[in-house]
């Protein structure tokens, strides 16, 4: 009888390991699944994020398309930037980059300001830049994560890929000159988007 007994309980504690071992095993399995997908967004700017222009220098859409970069200028924003990402278990993001108008230091109407973005290798106008018509910052598409900025382009960048960009932003030809000199700043930013 002794021997029945601790057959019996040997078998109650060898299930009750076997059970604790396997909760602890399938438990690990499931969460190490769930949290090793990684991404995360890198911006490389040139000279800085932020871009101010002001009202002293309107121009056309085809003189803004070829602003290029001028040291300690304010007249219009130029800025060359490029991103890559750091990637875990995925082969590709998508991205967002954003213009945040920097309010306290703006006072230009922003229906005055024009942003134009280019692919930073060839020059060439990308998707909502291309054609005769260039958006102004009122017109770009309000950024879901940020009501405060605006969407300037969106895109998938995969893995061990970097992109360069160049944006430019200048005060439209239209705009009714006066001897009070205004500013618009805004900052730029990227997002990666679920």
Do not use: H
Request: charged share 25%.
């Amino acid at each position: 009888m002794k021997k029945k007994y601790s057959y019996t309980r040997f078998m109650i504690i060898a299930f009750f390991l076997l059970t604790v071992f396997l909760f602890v095993f399938c438990y690990f399995l499931y969460r190490s699944d769930d949290t090793v997908s990684n991404a995360t967004i890198l911006v490389s700017y040139s000279p800085n994020s932020s871009l101010t222009v002001d009202s002293s220098m309107p121009v056309t859409d085809a003189v803004g398309k070829q602003l290029s970069f001028t040291a300690d200028q304010k007249k219009y924003g130029y800025m060359e930037f490029s991103i890559s990402s750091n990637m875990e278990r995925v082969d590709s993001v998508t991205y967002e980059i954003y213009l945040k108008e920097v309010e306290e230091n703006s006072n230009l109407p922003s229906d005055y300001v024009k942003v134009y973005l280019t692919d930073g290798k060839t020059d060439l106008a990308l998707d909502g830049y291309q054609g005769n018509s260039v958006p102004t910052y009122q017109s770009l598409k309000v950024a879901n994560s940020d009501p405060g900025s605006k969407r300037i382009y969106s895109g998938i960048l995969k893995k061990d890929e970097v992109k360069n960009f160049k944006l430019r932003v200048w005060l439209k030809d239209t705009y009714p000159i006066t001897t009070k000199t205004r500013n618009f700043e805004g900052i730029l930013y990227v997002k990666v988007i679920d």
